[in-house]
């Protein structure tokens, strides 16, 4: 009898596994990435999907930023301070839906969204728009000391600073109405690239001083306090990072061979998501993990179960029929 159930048992654990096999990827998961070619005067929107990469828009000047909402997707350019609506597939919407003041300084260090509104970091000051192009605020924020990076999480934004010539910096954080929450000193010893805010953790990218200095991807509390100093060491650079879900992907490279690997949140390598097509990698926006498989809903699960019995069941009534 115990040779009988070990020899039926595996019919229902095929079905449940021809299940998962056949569950649906993420077919809608997209990563778009800012980069540059190998001279640095063709800089281009990448979208990789599951399916492979594409160029979706060349001839940018320094992309600095990456929004996506719905079918559109916003791109900030650091020289010019414009940021331009696309369509996700590359058709070109508004070329200057936003256009900073003229000036020697309009630049745009940094974009976010939150909620319908564009939020820009440019000349120190947090800047606010809706996403069809109309100023908010043109001061949200003022007050900054080299702010670099901004980065929406929930109702709040984050902001990277460094002081200049110098390895110190610190992450604010605001609320989108522009009130101060908190602010920490980064305790690092190395040049912080960018960081990513996933919940409570916050996920710094740094790049190591010294031409040989390897790369480390350190984890933070949104107060401050460290949980992981080197929770993902022997990065080739300090690039860009993002956070989707459970995942982290990061950028590293050196001499134009870039990849932008995936992690777990807890540092566990899981695969080299895009490995070809980047010479300089910028800014990182994942809309959706393209690798996560997108469970069944229970129902669907329930009856698979319910198909898995009756496959059990009828197996072993045909056994013991044939005994």
Excluded: C
Excluded at 25 to 44: K, P, R, T
């Amino acid at each position: 009898m115990r040779r009988f159930l070990l020899r039926a048992v595996p019919i229902g654990a095929l079905i449940s596994l021809a299940a998962i096999a056949l569950r649906p990827g993420a077919a809608h998961g997209q990563i778009f990435v800012g980069n540059e070619d190998s001279l640095g005067n063709s800089e281009s929107i990448v979208k990789f999907t599951a399916a492979g990469w594409t160029t979706l828009v060349s001839g940018l000047n320094q992309p600095t930023g990456i929004a996506v909402s719905g079918p559109d997707m916003f791109v900030a350019s650091f020289t010019g301070g414009t940021v331009s609506e696309y369509t996700t597939s590359g058709q070109i919407v508004n070329a200057s839906l936003i256009s900073l003041p003229p000036s020697n300084l309009s630049t745009i260090d940094s974009m976010t969204m939150s909620g319908s509104n564009l939020f820009l970091t440019t000349q120190n000051v947090v800047a606010e728009y809706t996403k069809s192009g109309a100023l908010v605020n043109s001061s949200l924020i003022s007050g900054l000391n080299n702010a670099g990076q901004i980065t929406a999480s929930g109702s709040n934004l984050f902001i990277l600073s460094q002081t200049p010539y110098t390895i110190s910096g610190t992450i604010s954080e605001y609320t989108t109405s522009g009130k101060f929450v908190n602010s920490f000193l980064i305790p690092r010893t190395d040049l912080t690239e960018s960081f990513a805010v996933s919940g409570s953790d916050v996920f710094l990218n740094s790049e190591g001083l010294g031409p040989d200095a390897p790369g480390t991807v350190s984890e933070y509390t949104t107060s401050g306090a460290t949980v992981n100093a080197s929770l993902i060491t022997g990065l080739s650079g300090g690039g860009s990072i993002a956070v989707s879900g459970n995942d982290l992907f990061v950028s590293t490279g050196v001499n134009g061979v870039w990849n932008i690997d995936e992690y777990s949140k807890s540092g566990v390598f899981q695969n080299v998501t895009l490995d070809q097509g980047l010479y300089l990698p910028g800014p990182i926006l994942v809309q959706n993990n393209p690798f996560a498989p997108i469970p069944l809903p229970p129902a669907a699960w329930s009856a698979l179960g319910t198909i898995g019995l009756i496959g059990l069941v009828g197996s072993l009534r045909a056994r013991r029929r044939a005994a």
